[in-house]
């Protein structure tokens, strides 16, 4: 479904990902976890072209993300983002948010695609939220409207660059909750991400970033039980020991 | 399509001198009476804010080529006839178009002024008559010269707009640069090249006072800078 | 001056209509209303090209604006009165080229207000609606604009109080509004000028003074409402 194939990407002097493959099966959820500037965020960023890359190839679905001669939107649409930072539209309510592209990609009807966003809505639990602004809402809430957004056009692959980073601890929970009933709907995710819970219990694979370079790449089992890297065994010791 | 001839280029250049003076003039004015106007403000007497307020509301209101109507045409109405003559045969556009320009100005720079006082501390003013400083001393030697670093941003923007504004005595017959190129093209009908030569230089004139303006700012941030580097 | 505004109350509010054409304050309440809602789409369009990714289109739009506001209104009137005609071709009136002017300068100054409210919006905004596939023009009209624009709000109430003072300079080109209109009335009565232009400047004062307060209260009651989205 996704191929990552020898890429590679510089900020300037700095190489931020250094040949770089991967290849996520459809059904499959990866995580992706890592020390800060690891480069993973930039990493799954490039997988929807949010950002460039200097050499490689990244394959969506067959198709060449960062060829020239792609549109871009077409591709974009079969694959749903979810921010850190939620980037609701502050301007338009829940509803209109889940709408969005619907009505302005696809030209939908509103009547039509307003039964589809309520059910959606619906799933994150957030269907009494239908006419509220994300100004009203938390946190938590925001970041399920927005997975509900991406989900939408009904794309066949989800990318998360740390969902729940921006949250307070008690809202974490619910949106992970969004995402393992996606995962177990099989759904195709990439989860850049710090949950390690979410990791063991839902995702099929983990890849283990540092300094540009795919270190691990193991099963849940395999990786907490036994990581192979000294570099990946100081991660774990740091993030589990607190 | 040749461009103008050197008679008319120095034409031109006669009148962006004369816009030159009346900013020159207009904007010395038009500061010191701002600042005259600031202090009044801040005295604890009723009517002087309100005469302050008056005088800030109604030039801020009243468009400046009425102003300088109203100078020009209506104001030698109240002077006693030898005054009036000697002021008409004494260049009288120039003088009266200074005198609207200014006071019209003075308002908007009083403003400007303020609003850098305002974002002064009040601990500031405490601490220097803690120090034994009178009330002028303060004004003068702290306050003034903060709030005039903070305020050299909208200055320099107030500056570039009298400097525009010089345009408006053309109505009355000051023979400043628009004038001039007035002039010219009703004689030449060369329309694009005057008004072109004479954009160009209100544009150099602006750049020019941008420039300084920018040069003012590095150099008083950097004074006032130390406190937080 | 009451016993002039009250014979000349009429001429001075719709100037020499039905006789003429329309004149007076009305006039000027026209061409500051029509100015301002024109130079709102433009001011828009100029900010979406400083924005654009497109260099020659982003560097053009940059240069235009910054001669526009580089140079007096009343430059850039004489150059709309001359240079319109040519380029139309048909003979304009003095009203229309006065408002392309007014247009033209109002949206210089309000496109750099837009300009910064596009700027100011967070990137997450853009990608968000990029990432959903969403195309560069969908976006700007339906994510990027409305949150830009609403900046825009207060600038524009400030901006029409300056253009109704604007307009006083169609008195130069003797465009029928209230400063030409209180002209007219000065040549008839020649020996008042002091209280002709005197009531001139007061109606700007009372007409600006009052536009600007139930503006600001109408500005301020928006922002509530607004704020409780």
């Given at each position: 479904?996704?191929?990552?194939?020898?890429?590679?990407?510089?900020?300037?002097?700095?190489?931020?990902?250094?040949?770089?493959?991967?290849?996520?099966?459809?059904?499959?959820?990866?995580?992706?976890?890592?020390?800060?500037?690891?480069?993973?965020?930039?990493?799954?960023?490039?997988?929807?072209?949010?950002?460039?890359?200097?050499?490689?190839?990244?394959?969506?679905?067959?198709?060449?993300?960062?060829?020239?001669?792609?549109?871009?939107?077409?591709?974009?649409?079969?694959?749903?983002?979810?921010?850190?930072?939620?980037?609701?539209?502050?301007?338009?309510?829940?509803?209109?948010?889940?709408?969005?592209?619907?009505?302005?990609?696809?030209?939908?009807?509103?009547?039509?695609?307003?039964?589809?966003?309520?059910?959606?809505?619906?799933?994150?639990?957030?269907?009494?939220?239908?006419?509220?602004?994300?100004?009203?809402?938390?946190?938590?809430?925001?970041?399920?409207?927005?997975?509900?957004?991406?989900?939408?056009?009904?794309?066949?692959?989800?990318?998360?660059?740390?969902?729940?980073?921006?949250?307070?601890?008690?809202?974490?929970?619910?949106?992970?909750?969004?995402?393992?009933?996606?995962?177990?709907?099989?759904?195709?995710?990439?989860?850049?991400?710090?949950?390690?819970?979410?990791?063991?219990?839902?995702?099929?694979?983990?890849?283990?970033?540092?300094?540009?370079?795919?270190?691990?790449?193991?099963?849940?089992?395999?990786?907490?039980?036994?990581?192979?890297?000294?570099?990946?065994?100081?991660?774990?010791?740091?993030?589990?020991?607190? | 399509?040749?461009?103008?001839?050197?008679?008319?280029?120095?034409?031109?250049?006669?009148?962006?001198?004369?816009?030159?003076?009346?900013?020159?003039?207009?904007?010395?004015?038009?500061?010191?009476?701002?600042?005259?106007?600031?202090?009044?403000?801040?005295?604890?007497?009723?009517?002087?804010?309100?005469?302050?307020?008056?005088?800030?509301?109604?030039?801020?209101?009243?468009?400046?080529?009425?102003?300088?109507?109203?100078?020009?045409f209506?104001?030698?109405?109240?002077?006693?006839?030898?005054?009036?003559?000697?002021?008409?045969?004494?260049?009288?556009?120039?003088?009266?178009?200074?005198?609207?320009?200014?006071?019209?100005?003075?308002?908007?720079?009083?403003?400007?002024?303020?609003?850098?006082?305002?974002?002064?501390?009040?601990?500031?003013?405490?601490?220097?008559?803690?120090?034994?400083?009178?009330?002028?001393?303060?004004?003068?030697?702290?306050?003034?010269?903060?709030?005039?670093?903070?305020?050299?941003?909208?200055?320099?923007?107030?500056?570039?707009?009298?400097?525009?504004?010089?345009?408006?005595?053309?109505?009355?017959?000051?023979?400043?640069?628009?004038?001039?190129?007035?002039?010219?093209?009703?004689?030449?009908?060369?329309?694009?090249?005057?008004?072109?030569?004479?954009?160009?230089?209100?544009?150099?004139?602006?750049?020019?006072?941008?420039?300084?303006?920018?040069?003012?700012?590095?150099?008083?941030?950097?004074?006032?800078?130390?406190?937080?580097? | 001056?009451?016993?002039?505004?009250?014979?000349?109350?009429?001429?001075?509010?719709?100037?020499?209509?039905?006789?003429?054409?329309?004149?007076?304050?009305?006039?000027?309440?026209?061409?500051?209303?029509?100015?301002?809602?024109?130079?709102?789409?433009?001011?828009?369009?100029?900010?979406?090209?400083?924005?654009?990714?497109?260099?020659?289109?982003?560097?053009?739009?940059?240069?235009?604006?910054?001669?526009?506001?580089?140079?007096?209104?009343?430059?850039?009137?004489?150059?709309?009165?001359?240079?319109?005609?040519?380029?139309?071709?048909?003979?304009?009136?003095?009203?229309?080229?006065?408002?392309?002017?007014?247009?033209?300068?109002?949206?210089?100054?309000?496109?750099?207000?837009?300009?910064?409210?596009?700027?100011?919006?967070?990137?997450?905004?853009?990608?968000?609606?990029?990432?959903?596939?969403?195309?560069?023009?969908?976006?700007?009209?339906?994510?990027?604009?409305?949150?830009?624009?609403?900046?825009?709000?207060?600038?524009?109430?400030?901006?029409?109080?300056?253009?109704?003072?604007?307009?006083?300079?169609?008195?130069?080109?003797?465009?029928?509004?209230?400063?030409?209109?209180a002209n007219q009335v000065n040549n008839m009565l020649l020996?008042k000028p002091?209280?002709v232009f005197?009531?001139?400047?007061?109606?700007?004062?009372?007409?600006?003074?009052?536009?600007?307060?139930?503006?600001?209260?109408?500005?301020?009651?928006?922002?509530?409402?607004?704020?409780?989205?």
């Open positions: 479904m996704i191929e990552l194939q020898q890429v590679n990407k510089w900020y300037g002097e700095h190489h931020v990902l250094k040949d770089v493959n991967l290849e996520v099966a459809r059904g499959e959820v990866v995580v992706v976890c890592g020390p800060s500037g690891s480069g993973k965020s930039t990493l799954i960023r490039t997988i929807n072209r949010l950002e460039a890359i200097g050499n490689g190839k990244i394959l969506v679905d067959g198709d060449d993300v960062h060829a020239k001669s792609t549109n871009i939107n077409r591709l974009r649409q079969k694959i749903g983002f979810v921010f850190q930072q939620f980037n609701l539209f502050p301007h338009m309510s829940v509803l209109d948010n889940v709408l969005y592209a619907p009505v302005n990609i696809l030209k939908q009807p509103r009547a039509q695609a307003t039964e589809l966003a309520r059910s959606l809505l619906e799933r994150v639990g957030l269907a009494d939220k239908v006419k509220a602004f994300p100004g009203s809402l938390s946190g938590g809430q925001q970041q399920r409207v927005a997975i509900a957004r991406a989900l939408a056009l009904k794309p066949p692959v989800m990318l998360f660059d740390e969902p729940t980073s921006a949250l307070d601890p008690e809202m974490v929970g619910e949106v992970l909750q969004v995402m393992k009933s996606l995962a177990r709907d099989g759904m195709t995710m990439v989860c850049v991400t710090h949950e390690m819970g979410f990791a063991r219990d839902v995702c099929d694979r983990v890849i283990f970033m540092d300094g540009g370079v795919i270190l691990e790449s193991a099963t849940p089992e395999e990786f907490f039980s036994a990581p192979k890297t000294p570099r990946a065994q100081r991660f774990l010791a740091d993030v589990i020991g607190h | 399509m040749s461009f103008l001839t050197n008679a008319q280029l120095l034409s031109m250049l006669e009148g962006m001198l004369t816009t030159v003076q009346l900013f020159a003039i207009c904007w010395v004015m038009a500061f010191t009476l701002a600042v005259l106007l600031v202090v009044i403000r801040t005295i604890d007497f009723a009517p002087c804010r309100w005469f302050v307020d008056t005088y800030v509301e109604f030039h801020r209101n009243v468009p400046l080529l009425v102003q300088v109507l109203f100078w020009y209506g104001m030698p109405e109240l002077l006693p006839e030898p005054v009036r003559m000697w002021l008409y045969a004494h260049n009288a556009e120039m003088s009266l178009a200074a005198i609207a320009l200014s006071l019209g100005s003075a308002a908007y720079i009083a403003e400007d002024i303020r609003s850098g006082l305002r974002a002064i501390p009040a601990t500031q003013f405490e601490a220097s008559r803690a120090l034994g400083s009178s009330f002028l001393q303060t004004m003068r030697f702290v306050i003034v010269p903060q709030a005039i670093r903070t305020s050299i941003p909208p200055l320099v923007s107030r500056a570039l707009l009298l400097f525009k504004n010089t345009s408006v005595a053309m109505a009355i017959g000051v023979v400043e640069l628009t004038y001039r190129a007035r002039e010219i093209e009703s004689e030449t009908y060369r329309t694009y090249a005057t008004f072109g030569a004479a954009t160009i230089m209100y544009l150099l004139g602006s750049f020019l006072i941008m420039f300084v303006g920018s040069r003012l700012y590095k150099r008083y941030r950097i004074n006032t800078g130390a406190g937080h580097a | 001056m009451l016993e002039i505004l009250q014979d000349f109350w009429l001429q001075l509010l719709i100037g020499q209509y039905p006789k003429g054409p329309l004149g007076g304050l009305v006039m000027t309440l026209i061409l500051a209303v029509c100015g301002l809602l024109a130079s709102l789409p433009v001011a828009v369009l100029l900010a979406i090209a400083r924005v654009s990714p497109y260099r020659w289109v982003a560097r053009s739009a940059a240069v235009f604006v910054n001669c526009v506001r580089g140079m007096p209104l009343l430059m850039l009137i004489f150059w709309s009165y001359f240079v319109l005609p040519k380029l139309t071709g048909f003979s304009l009136s003095g009203f229309w080229t006065l408002l392309a002017a007014l247009v033209i300068y109002e949206s210089a100054y309000l496109s750099e207000v837009v300009r910064s409210g596009i700027e100011a919006l967070p990137r997450g905004q853009i990608e968000a609606s990029r990432s959903l596939g969403v195309g560069y023009w969908t976006t700007m009209r339906k994510v990027v604009l409305p949150q830009a624009l609403f900046n825009v709000l207060p600038s524009m109430t400030s901006q029409f109080v300056s253009t109704i003072k604007e307009t006083s300079l169609g008195y130069v080109i003797s465009v029928n509004e209230l400063t030409f209109a020996t002091l209280q005197g009531l001139l400047a007061l109606i700007y004062f009372i007409v600006c003074f009052s536009m600007s307060r139930a503006l600001r209260s109408l500005e301020w009651r928006v922002r509530r409402a607004r704020a409780m989205v």
